[in-house]
C-alpha cells in the first residue's frame, strides 16, 4: 500500500529536550516536504527537498532542522524545542522535478501532535 | 510573495442543496493550482490539479473551476460525507518549488 508514515503520532515534551520525527514513504517519490498546521493559520510549509541531499527552506524554518540522506526518509529534528512550536506537523511526499507542476500532488502523513510545555 | 485566500471561512449546507467554494490567489505566474480535502485528525488528501484558466475537473459531486484570478469549487447535491475542510494550495513559477496553502474552508452538510 503506498503511503507516508509519521512516528511518533502524538508527543508531548519538555522545552529545550531535542527531538525527532520521523517521516518515510515508500512510493519512490523524489519530493518531501514538512508542514505544521494550526488553528487559524493554516497549513504552512517548514522544509522541503527535492531529492537526496536537497533541501530548502519553506515559509516557517526557523527552529527546525532536516536531512534527506535517503530518497525515503525525511527527518524532522527540533533542536531544542520550545512551546511556540506545539502543532500539528505534516510530513508529505510526491512526484515532481524541481519546479514541475506534479509536486503539488501530494500524499500526505497521518499527522504528529507535538505539545511542548 | 504567493497569496491564497479562501471564503468563506466555513459553510453548512443541507444535504442536497448545491454551493461553491472560492479560492482566490496572487502568484507571479501559476503552475498549478491545487485542491485537497481533509478530514478531522487527518492529513489532508489530493482532489485536484488546474493548470491554467479555463480549466475544469470533475469527481463525483465535486467539480474545480479556475480563472486568472481565482478557483471555484462546486459541490453539487452534497450528502453528509462531503463534510470536510476543503483546502486550496498554488505553485508559482518562481525557482523554488514551495506550495502555499489558503486556510481552508469547513463545510458541514447536515441530512
Known amino acids: 500500500e503506498a503511503q507516508v508514515t509519521q512516528n511518533p503520532r502524538y508527543l508531548i515534551t519538555v522545552t529545550g529536550k531535542k527531538l525527532t520525527v520521523t517521516c518515510s514513504q515508500n512510493m519512490n517519490h523524489e519530493y518531501m516536504s514538512w508542514y505544521r498546521q494550526d488553528p487559524g493559520l493554516g497549513l504552512r510549509q517548514i522544509y522541503y527537498s527535492m531529492n537526496v541531499e536537497v533541501t530548502d527552506k519553506g515559509d516557517v524554518p526557523e527552529g527546525y532542522k532536516v536531512s534527506r540522506k535517503e530518497k525515503r526518509n525525511f527527518p524532522l529534528i527540533l533542536e531544542s524545542p520550545s512551546p511556540n512550536q506545539t502543532s500539528l506537523y505534516f510530513c508529505?511526499?510526491?512526484?515532481?522535478?524541481?519546479?514541475?507542476?506534479?509536486?503539488?500532488?501530494?500524499?500526505f502523513g497521518p499527522g504528529t501532535r507535538l505539545t511542548v510545555t | 510573495e504567493d497569496q491564497v485566500t479562501q471564503s468563506p471561512e466555513a459553510l453548512r449546507l443541507q444535504e442536497g442543496e448545491s454551493s461553491s467554494l472560492n479560492c482566490s490567489y496572487t502568484?507571479?505566474?501559476?503552475?498549478?493550482l491545487f485542491w485537497y480535502r481533509q478530514d478531522p485528525g487527518k492529513g489532508p488528501e489530493f482532489l485536484f490539479t488546474?493548470?491554467?484558466a479555463g480549466e475544469e475537473k470533475e469527481k463525483e459531486r465535486l467539480k474545480a473551476t479556475l480563472t486568472k484570478k481565482e478557483s471555484f469549487l462546486h459541490i453539487t447535491a452534497p450528502k453528509p460525507e462531503d463534510s470536510a475542510t476543503y483546502l486550496c494550495a498554488v505553485l508559482s513559477t518562481g525557482a523554488n518549488s514551495k506550495l502555499t496553502f489558503g486556510k481552508g474552508i469547513t463545510l458541514s452538510v447536515r441530512p
Open positions: 508529505a511526499s510526491s512526484f515532481g522535478l524541481a519546479g514541475a507542476p506534479g509536486v503539488g500532488e501530494q500524499y
Open positions: 488546474l493548470y491554467s
Open positions: 502568484v507571479s505566474g501559476l503552475r498549478g
